[in-house]
């Protein structure tokens, strides 16, 4: 029998397959049933007694069994060729805390992976941030209707700029070293819940806006960074 982690594997490498085999017509709604019912009904054959949480549905605070955070979140990317770009984002949590997370950005076939104690992986590459940067060269991008594309860019945020992922995929971008700090008000747990995990293995500092500890199952501010 496959481990939770290979079973994980598996399921992204086929709904992979299944958004690249989507109609075009209608596109986001037919590639989120697709993979919603192809991640339920594999998981539920292989660990009926876990409990699966996809978005919009409430997150147990506690359980005997483990609870999966799954979400697939679409987003456009001016440099993909396809239209419409897909990350799936999912995470493993038993008795309070996190286990495992996995965000699979499906266009650029990166997943960023981290099991508890054990790391956090882009694909097989150890990630792990030390440095810390001044905020004036960080690299800022926030959630907020006040960064707007016609602002006149002055050197004194020349370097922050509205976000254009997914939150999870924010979260790994830091992780990775493509940003140094995202910022966001308000995310429910499916959409951070897998990338906190990755970014706490990977020396991130990871907080919400108020400075207190990112509790994975509840909606929450965020503020992710090494500056």
Request: contains cysteine.
């Amino acid at each position: 029998m496959q481990t939770r982690q290979q079973l994980i594997s598996s399921l992204l490498t086929e709904a992979a397959y299944s958004i690249s085999t989507a109609p075009s017509s209608n596109i986001v709604k037919s590639v989120q049933s697709k993979v919603y019912t192809l991640l339920h009904q594999r998981i539920h054959t292989a660990y009926p007694s876990d409990i699966l949480c996809f978005p919009h549905q409430d997150t147990p605070t506690s359980s005997k069994y483990p609870i999966w955070l799954i979400t697939l979140d679409p987003f456009h990317h001016e440099q993909a060729h396809q239209s419409h770009c897909f990350s799936i984002s999912i995470a493993i949590a038993q008795c309070g805390e996190l286990h495992c997370g996995f965000v699979y950005d499906v266009s650029a076939n990166k997943l960023y992976h981290a099991k508890k104690g054990q790391g956090a992986y882009l694909n097989e590459e150890l990630l792990y941030r030390e440095e810390i940067i001044p905020l004036n060269e960080a690299k800022v991008r926030i959630d907020s209707p006040f960064v707007r594309d016609s602002q006149p860019r002055k050197p004194a945020y020349v370097q922050i700029a509205s976000n254009s992922f997914p939150t999870a995929l924010e979260i790994c971008h830091v992780v990775e070293g493509e940003t140094d700090l995202y910022l966001t008000m308000s995310q429910s747990p499916h959409a951070f819940a897998a990338a906190s995990l990755i970014a706490q293995e990977a020396g991130i500092r990871l907080m919400t806006m108020e400075g207190e500890k990112v509790d994975w199952s509840k909606r929450s501010s965020l503020w992710c960074g090494v500056v």
